[in-house]
């Protein structure tokens, strides 16, 4: 199947700081992206997805940036608050989807 | 959040008993999906179907069996022969099998012993 790098595994920043998760994938036949986000022992929620005919698509804090000639897209979150705490999962659509392994994200009050 | 459940939320089975997950939609959605979650790592796709009465292996398909006869309803068996089926079990429906967001269930906790 699909091999979907996504990094780094955790991640700790500071309330009001930056954060960004990277993947990077091989199937150049994927046009759809989202981002999931876990809490735990929660079900996954939808933050943002982005169509292969965007570059970037932003939603108040949360932003996604997709370079499909270099196969990866990044999720940023601005301004960090202690609730953004979670496994954040990025996904690509095709006939199935495939997951990246999550990163575990801790925003230090 | 609404629309996609399974049932039950926790299930403790003996080692060597075959077990049903229960996954239901009522978003009208064609594709339905399978997942397994185990500590620390992403969702493995184990089953996926895209019609009623189809269905095709995700990544991890030995030892899981699937039916989709209704449009709703997806059932997950997890069998004997899966060497190591205690995990988190999420399903997840779409509206089309590519390009369009997927809706996970609340997921089942299966503990085998």
């Known amino acids: 199947g699909e091999n979907v790098e996504q990094h780094p595994s955790t991640l700790s920043v500071q309330e009001g700081d930056s954060a960004v998760i990277k993947c990077t994938y091989s199937?150049?036949?994927?046009?759809?992206f989202p981002w999931y986000k876990q809490e735990l022992g929660k079900r996954p929620q939808l933050i943002i997805d982005i169509r292969s005919n965007v570059g970037e698509k932003k939603d108040q804090r949360i932003a996604v940036t997709l370079n499909k000639t270099a196969k990866h897209f990044s999720l940023h979150i601005t301004e960090t608050q202690p609730e953004d705490s979670a496994v954040y999962f990025c996904?690509?659509?095709?006939?199935?989807?495939?997951f990246g392994t999550g990163t575990s994200l801790t925003v230090i009050p | 959040d609404g629309g996609i459940t399974q049932s039950p939320k926790y299930l403790f089975r003996k080692e060597g008993q075959n077990v049903t997950l229960s996954c239901e939609q009522n978003?009208?959605?064609?594709?339905m999906y399978w997942y397994r979650q185990d500590p620390g790592q992403g969702l493995r796709l184990i089953y996926y179907?895209?019609?009623?009465?189809?269905?095709q292996k995700g990544d991890i398909a030995e030892g899981y069996s699937v039916s989709r006869e209704k449009k709703e309803s997806f059932p997950l068996t997890v069998t004997s022969a899966q060497k190591n089926p205690t995990a988190f079990y999420l399903c997840?429906?779409?509206?089309?099998?590519?390009?369009?967001?997927?809706?996970f269930g609340p997921g089942t906790r299966l503990t085998v012993t």
């Open positions: 978003l009208n959605h064609d594709a």
């Open positions: 997840a429906s779409s509206s089309g099998a590519r390009n369009y967001e997927q809706y």
């Open positions: 199937d150049s036949a994927s046009n759809y």
């Open positions: 179907s895209q019609i009623v009465n189809d269905f």
């Open positions: 996904s690509l659509g095709g006939n199935q989807f495939y």
